[in-house]
C-alpha cells in the first residue's frame, strides 16, 4: 500500500477501526486474544482498529459473532464513506483497481435479440453511467460489432475504443453501448456460450480501461459507475450458481467502485443483495448490519429506506424476532407506499405492480422465515397471503421468479400446517425446481422438503407421492 492509499484507507475505516477497539475493550479482550478467536494474526486487529485497511467481510462476521454486537460491526463497515482519492488529485486510488474475482475470458460469439436492444437507457434498472437516471439514446448493436465478440487482452477493443479515438465510437456511445450489452445479458437477450463469462470479461475490460483513464491522471468516472453496475450482476450470477465467496468479492468491489464516485443507488442494490447472499447463509447478524447499512446510504430517499426495513424484516424473522419482524414489515409498506417519480426513477423495479410484487415477495419471505423460526402459525398464514399476492402479480417472462414464489407459497401452508396444499403446490414445479442450478430455488425446495418429510407428515399418503416422485425426477 502507498502512503498515498493507506492515508485514503486511514480516513475512510477510522470509525470502522474505532468501534472495534471500544468493543474489543469492553469485552475484555486483548488484540491477541481476540486474534486467536477469529483466527487472524493481532497485527491485522492492530491495523483495523488504526483504520489502516479494509476489514474482510468474513472477518467482520467473525468479529461480530465473536464480541456479539448483533451485527453492529457489519453495519459500519457497510456505511458510506469517503471516495479514497489522494490529495490533490481528480483520479481515483490505484488500489480500486486490484487483482480481480472470477473469469478473465470472455464466453462466445454472441449476437443481441433485436426486439429486445433498449433504445434508451435506464433498461433494465441500469442508469446511464455519465448521466444517472437520464433517457439517453443507444447506438446500434450493428455500431459495436468488436464489442460483441467480446474484449480481448489489454490492447483489445474495449480498450482502443477508450483510449484515443483510435476505434469507431466515441467514449460517451461506448459507455451506453456497454450498459446495453449488460442490460441484454440480464434479459439473456444475447445468444452466448456462459454468460458468468460473458458479463465477467467485459467487467474486466471496463475495469482496465477505467485504470489507464485514471493512471493518466483523469476521474473515469462513467467507467466506474459501469464497473459497479456490472460487478452487481456478476456477482448475483455466481450467487444463483450458489458460489457464495466470488459473489461476495464482486459485492464488495462494486461497493468499493460506487463509493469512489458516490453512487448512492448502485450502493443500496449491492448492499440489498449481499443480505440475500448472507440470509442464504442463515446469518441474521451480518444480514442485519448490511440492512441498516442500505438505511444510511441516504436518509432523503424513500426508496433507500423502503429496501432497508424490507431486509431488517427478513433479517429480524431469521432471527426469530416478531416485534422487531413486524414492526419493519409495518414501515415498509408504509414507506412503499409514499415512494414518487424520483425514487421510482432510480428504482424502476420498484413502481408499479412489478413493486408491489417484489414488496409482497419479501414480507412473504419474511413472514415464512418467522413462522419457522417460531413455529407461529398464524405468522405463516400471513405468509400464505402475502406469497399468493406476489406470485399473482408475476410477469409471465420472470420464470424464476415464479418458480421460487411457488416453492416459497408452498412452504408457507407446509408452516401454516397444511401439507396437502404444500404438495398440490410443490407438485406443479417440482420437475423444474430439482432442474435449477439457482441457490435461491434450492435453499426454497431444500427448506420445503425438510418441513414435509421431518415431522409428523411424514407417513400421510400425499407426501409419500411427493417423496417418490422427488426420487423419480431426481433420476
Known amino acids: 500500500m502507498t502512503a498515498g492509499s493507506a492515508r485514503a484507507a486511514g480516513t475512510s475505516w477510522t470509525e470502522f477501526g474505532r468501534r472495534l477497539r471500544s468493543l474489543r475493550r469492553a469485552a475484555g479482550l486483548t488484540q491477541l486474544q481476540l486474534g486467536l478467536r477469529v483466527g487472524y494474526h493481532h497485527s491485522v486487529l492492530s491495523r483495523l482498529e488504526a483504520g489502516l485497511r479494509e476489514p474482510p467481510v468474513g472477518l467482520v462476521r467473525r468479529l461480530d459473532a465473536v464480541l456479539e454486537t448483533g451485527g453492529e460491526l457489519a453495519a459500519v463497515a457497510a456505511a458510506p464513506r469517503e471516495a479514497a482519492s489522494e490529495p490533490g488529485r481528480s483520479a481515483l486510488d490505484p488500489a480500486l483497481f486490484a487483482p480481480l474475482p472470477g473469469s478473465d475470458a470472455p464466453g462466445g460469439k454472441r449476437a443481441p435479440d433485436p426486439g429486445m436492444w433498449p433504445a434508451r437507457l435506464p433498461a433494465e434498472g441500469l442508469a446511464c453511467p455519465l448521466h444517472g437516471t437520464a433517457g439517453c439514446a443507444v447506438p446500434e448493436p450493428g455500431a459495436l460489432p468488436a464489442l460483441l465478440d467480446g474484449p480481448g487482452p489489454r490492447g483489445g477493443p474495449v480498450e ?110 449491492l448492499l440489498s443483495d449481499m443480505c440475500t447472499l448472507v440470509r442464504l447463509d442463515g446469518d441474521p447478524s451480518l444480514m442485519l448490519g448490511y440492512a441498516r447499512g442500505i438505511g444510511a446510504v441516504d436518509g432523503r430517499r424513500r426508496w433507500t429506506a423502503t429496501l432497508s426495513d424490507l431486509y431488517q424484516a427478513r433479517g429480524h424473522a431469521l432471527a426469530g424476532d416478531a416485534p422487531q419482524c413486524r414492526r ?28 408491489g410484487m417484489r414488496v409482497d415477495s419479501a414480507i412473504g419471505g419474511a413472514l415464512r422465515d418467522l413462522a419457522v423460526a417460531t413455529g407461529d402459525r398464524a405468522a405463516a398464514r400471513r405468509a400464505v397471503d402475502a406469497t399468493a399476492r406476489s406470485c399473482a402479480q408475476v410477469p409471465p417472462q420472470m420464470r424464476g421468479a415464479r418458480l421460487l414464489l411457488t416453492l416459497r407459497l408452498a412452504d408457507s401452508w407446509a408452516c401454516a400446517g397444511d401439507p396437502g396444499a404444500a404438495v398440490a403446490l410443490a407438485s406443479e414445479v417440482l420437475p423444474e425446481a430439482v432442474r435449477s442450478r439457482e441457490s435461491m430455488v434450492v435453499a426454497e425446495l431444500r427448506g420445503l422438503h425438510s418441513r414435509l418429510t421431518g415431522g409428523q407428515w411424514g407417513e400421510l399418503p400425499e407426501v409419500r407421492a411427493y417423496r417418490e416422485r422427488l426420487l423419480d425426477v431426481g433420476e
Not at 215 to 233: F, K, N, T
Request: charged share 25%.
Open 160 to 269: 482502443a475504443w477508450g483510449t484515443g479515438g483510435r476505434g469507431a465510437v466515441s467514449e460517451a456511445d461506448l459507455l451506453h453501448g456497454l450498459t446495453a450489452v449488460l442490460a441484454c445479458l440480464i434479459r439473456e437477450a444475447f445468444r452466448h456460450e456462459g454468460r458468468v463469462r460473458a458479463v465477467e470479461g467485459l467487467l474486466r475490460a471496463v475495469a482496465r480501461w477505467a485504470e489507464e483513464i485514471n493512471s493518466a491522471g483523469r476521474l473515469p468516472y462513467g467507467q466506474v459507475r459501469l464497473a459497479a453496475q456490472y460487478a452487481q450482476v456478476a456477482g448475483r450470477l455466481r450467487m444463483e450458481r450458489g458460489q457464495s465467496g466470488v459473489a461476495m468479492a464482486w459485492f464488495g468491489h462494486g461497493l468499493r467502485w460506487a463509493d469512489a464516485v458516490r453512487d448512492a443507488p448502485a450502493r443500496a442494490t
Open 328 to 355: 419493519h414489515i409495518t414501515l415498509a409498506r408504509r414507506g412503499f407506499a409514499r415512494l414518487d417519480a424520483r425514487d421510482h426513477l432510480e428504482a424502476p423495479w420498484l413502481a408499479g405492480a412489478e413493486g
